[in-house]
């Protein structure tokens, strides 16, 4: 499986960039999405999650600014992040939670990080 993401780069406070991210290979299904990002000296945490119904969950600081989406037919979750803050500044990753066709049991598979800098 390749998971490969897009979409990060520089933008000034109030800015809006959009993350993707793309799983191919031997995939069965997919369970769940999720973005998670990582600061200079912190610990990864969750920004938003998507399951495989649709429901979403975000971050306290984020709600409001960013909309996590799927597209199931091309096995790709999106971030739209808008309004952005200098805080918002990390690397970025996708999650994905799927199963192998042939092999049992659900695994996690990541994205290779994609940098968000949020500067003026």
């Known amino acids: 499986v390749q998971v490969v993401e897009s979409g990060g780069g520089l933008v000034q406070p109030g800015g809006s960039l959009r993350l993707s991210c793309a799983a191919s290979?031997?995939?069965?299904?997919?369970?769940?999405m999720g973005w998670y990002r990582q600061a200079p000296g912190k610990r990864r945490q969750l920004v938003a999650y998507?399951?495989?119904?649709?429901?979403?969950n975000y971050v306290d600081s984020v709600k409001g600014r960013f909309t996590i989406s799927r597209d199931g037919a091309k096995n790709t979750v999106y971030l739209q992040m808008n309004s952005l803050k200098p805080e918002d500044t990390a690397v970025y990753y996708c999650?994905?939670?799927?199963?192998?066709?042939?092999?049992?049991?659900?695994?996690?598979?990541w994205g290779q990080g994609t940098q968000v800098t949020v500067s003026s």
């Open positions: 999650n994905f939670d799927l199963e192998l066709i042939g092999v049992r049991g659900r695994l996690d598979y």
């Open positions: 290979g031997s995939i069965f299904s997919i369970y769940a």
């Open positions: 998507i399951s495989s119904g649709g429901s979403t």
